[in-house]
């Protein structure tokens, strides 16, 4: 199963709704992560179940879709929240390509 | 508070081998397993393989067949990644990470803080 995130890079504004796809080759249920990556940190989980907020995450960062399509979504972009996420699948830990998100 | 903390930075030249440790705290070590992850340079993620801390089997990325051996040292609350006949395209951070879930379909949800690999001759 591949998966697949657009756009490779989005350019948003601070303020404004940053919306990020990840899409699966087969459908997967709800067996999605995400996470969020910045330079010289380690990954940090956003979601898991496709759904489900990880502790500690603010409520901005939602995930949405089953099947084949998910969604996350960054609500009023903080500065902090520029940096690449990954959506990843449950099996063999299959990560999408990533999304950058910049200013 | 769960932590998993790696060994430093590491430095070799190809063909040689490098082994980096994971030491977990703030839970039962038995009960997850764990793996790990590598990001290249202006690369993704990647899953290299896990480990399971109760019996040591091992499960391994098609990529790092052959290559990478994982082991545990259940007194330490340990894991390490033994990564052999290194070639330049092995110069990346590698995170080890707990894993939620079982052997097979997982995420993780805490990381430890990556160890620079670089192969340079």
């Known amino acids: 199963i591949l998966m697949t995130q657009s756009p490779v890079t989005l350019s948003v504004s601070p303020g404004t709704r940053a919306t990020l796809s990840c899409k699966a080759s087969?459908?997967?249920?709800?067996?999605l992560a995400w996470y969020q990556k910045k330079p010289g940190q380690a990954p940090r989980l956003l979601i898991s179940?496709?759904?489900t907020r990880a502790t500690g995450v603010p409520s901005r960062f939602t995930g949405s879709g089953s099947g084949t399509e998910f969604t996350l979504t960054i609500n009023s972009l903080q500065p902090e929240d520029f940096a690449t996420y990954y959506c990843?699948?449950?099996?063999?830990?299959?990560f999408g390509q990533g999304t950058r998100l910049e200013i | 508070q769960v932590h998993l903390v790696q060994s430093g930075a590491e430095v070799r030249k190809p063909g040689s081998s490098v082994k980096v440790s994971c030491k977990a705290s703030?839970?039962?070590?038995?009960?997850?397993?764990v793996h790990w992850v590598r990001q290249a340079p202006g690369q993704g993620l990647e899953w290299m393989g896990r480990?399971?801390?109760?019996?040591?089997?091992?499960s391994y990325a098609q990529v790092s067949q052959g290559r990478v051996i994982l082991t545990r040292d259940e007194s330490a609350n340990s894991v390490y990644l033994d990564l052999t006949n290194l070639q330049s395209d092995d110069t990346a951070v590698y995170f080890c990470?707990?894993?939620?879930?079982?052997?097979?379909?997982?995420?993780?949800?805490?990381w430890g803080q990556g160890t620079v690999v670089t192969v340079s001759s």
């Open positions: 703030g839970y039962t070590f038995t009960e997850h397993y």
């Open positions: 990843q699948y449950y099996e063999a830990g299959t």
């Open positions: 179940s496709a759904s």
């Open positions: 480990i399971n801390p109760v019996d040591g089997g091992t």
């Open positions: 087969q459908r997967i249920g709800s067996n």
């Open positions: 990470a707990r894993g939620m879930g079982d052997g097979y379909s997982f995420y993780f949800d805490s």
